[in-house]
Nanobody, 126 residues
Framework: DVQLVESGGGSVQAGGSLRLSCVSS????????MGWFRQAQGPEREGVAA????????YYDRTVKGRFTISQDNAKNTLYLQMNSLKLEDSGLYYC????????????????????WGQGTQVTVS
């Protein structure tokens, strides 16, 4: 199984920046889509950003586009989420997730049902 461990959360003032990291292990190749999800109030997790790792295509929710950047360092098996110009509504528990994804006609990874999840890292914007 794939294991995911997030870090980098914290408290920041509105307008500030944070960078989240997610180290993955337990997989033998990079044929995965990976994403960042946010859980604010309630049980629902909303997709924030996703990346098709084999081809590097990136996808963002409209609420974070232009402010957040997702990236993957394959050598370090680490997924990042650079968050700039943070807003109060960006607060929440951020999860890293992964799922095997197709190499053709993959659609929008933000809409996938992810199989592997990290434990989450808290981001608080005040």
């Amino acid at each position: 199984d794939v294991q995911l461990v997030e870090s980098g959360g914290g408290s920041v003032q509105a307008g500030g920046s944070l960078r989240l990291s997610c180290v993955s292990s337990g997989h033998t190749d990079n044929s995965y889509c990976m994403g960042w999800f946010r859980q604010a109030q309630g049980p629902e997790r909303e997709g924030v950003a996703a990346i098709h790792v084999p081809y590097g295509s990136k996808y963002y929710d409209r609420t974070v586009k232009g402010r957040f950047t997702i990236s993957q360092d394959n050598a370090k098996n680490t997924l990042y989420l650079q968050m700039n110009s943070l807003k109060l509504e960006d607060s929440g528990l951020y999860y890293c997730a992964a799922v095997e994804c197709p190499l053709v006609n993959w659609g929008d990874p933000l809409t996938y049902e992810y199989k592997y999840w990290g434990q989450g890292t808290q981001v608080t914007v005040s």
